[in-house]
């Protein structure tokens, strides 16, 4: 579990968080797979956050974004998951795709490669620096999210859906979270990486573009996170 105070004084933070944006904030996408990857038809349990899929390996989620794959029941598709790093067990991807392209794709913000490798590098980045937290012996900014588009440059902030236009298909992307991270001022120093920065998110495809409610991180649920180095 975090520590959000681990120091024994806390810093004084330049820019601290509004309450807004620490509350947009979601939960960590979490995928349990029997299998990296699959092709069949498409079998969904459940709705809202969490749902299993199935084609035929199976694979349980819970998805901040709240996906609905409903539409692809009982369509041919390649379902594939990636473990981005073996030492957090969050840093699971996953795609499902058909012919036409991308169905559904969910960046852990760590490891995992799936968005790049079909949308481009670069085509997720940190954008504008929205606050400061102190997360046990690092500073996190929370920013938003800068996606590149058929129609150029679009911003996106964490529990805002927006609409993306990606190969002429529309998509509804969600920012689960994003920051980067530094040292806190009188922190231990520590042999390792340190606290990686986090850009996470989730796009689904849709027919049209639309507006969506902002959604909400359950009351009972931490906010996705990469634990620090040193942190416990």
């Known amino acids: 579990m975090l520590l959000l105070a681990a120091l024994n004084a806390c810093t004084t933070l330049e820019n601290p968080a509004p309450e807004e944006v620490l509350d947009a904030q979601l939960e960590a996408l979490t995928v349990d797979h029997s299998g990296q990857g699959a092709e069949g038809l498409l079998a969904v349990e459940g709705e809202g956050a969490d749902f299993a899929i199935t084609a035929p390996a199976e694979f349980t989620v819970h998805s901040p974004a709240h996906a609905d794959l409903s539409p692809w029941a009982d369509q041919l598709v390649t379902v594939q998951a990636n473990q981005g790093s073996e030492d957090w067990t969050g840093s699971v991807g996953i795609e499902v795709s058909d012919d036409a392209g991308a169905i559904w794709l969910a960046e852990p913000g760590i490891g995992s490669v799936f968005a790049e490798n079909?949308?481009?590098?670069?085509?997720?980045?940190?954008?504008?620096?929205?606050?400061?937290?102190?997360?046990?012996?690092?500073?996190?900014?929370?920013?938003?999210?800068?996606?590149?588009?058929?129609?150029?440059?679009?911003?996106?902030?964490?529990?805002k859906p927006v609409t993306l236009v990606l190969g002429e298909l529309n998509y509804r992307a969600t920012v689960i979270t994003a920051y980067t991270s530094e040292d806190a001022p009188g922190a231990p120093e520590y042999d390792c990486m340190g606290k990686p920065p986090l850009l996470s998110y989730e796009l689904v495809r849709v027919d049209a573009p639309a507006t969506w409610e902002p959604l909400l991180r359950p009351a009972s649920l931490d906010v996705a996170d990469i634990p620090g180095c040193g942190d416990e």
């Open 118 to 159: 079909r949308f481009g590098e670069g085509f997720a980045s940190h954008g504008e620096a929205l606050g400061e937290e102190q997360r046990g012996n690092y500073i996190v900014t929370y920013t938003s999210v800068l996606f590149q588009t058929d129609e150029g440059e679009v911003e996106a902030f964490a529990g």
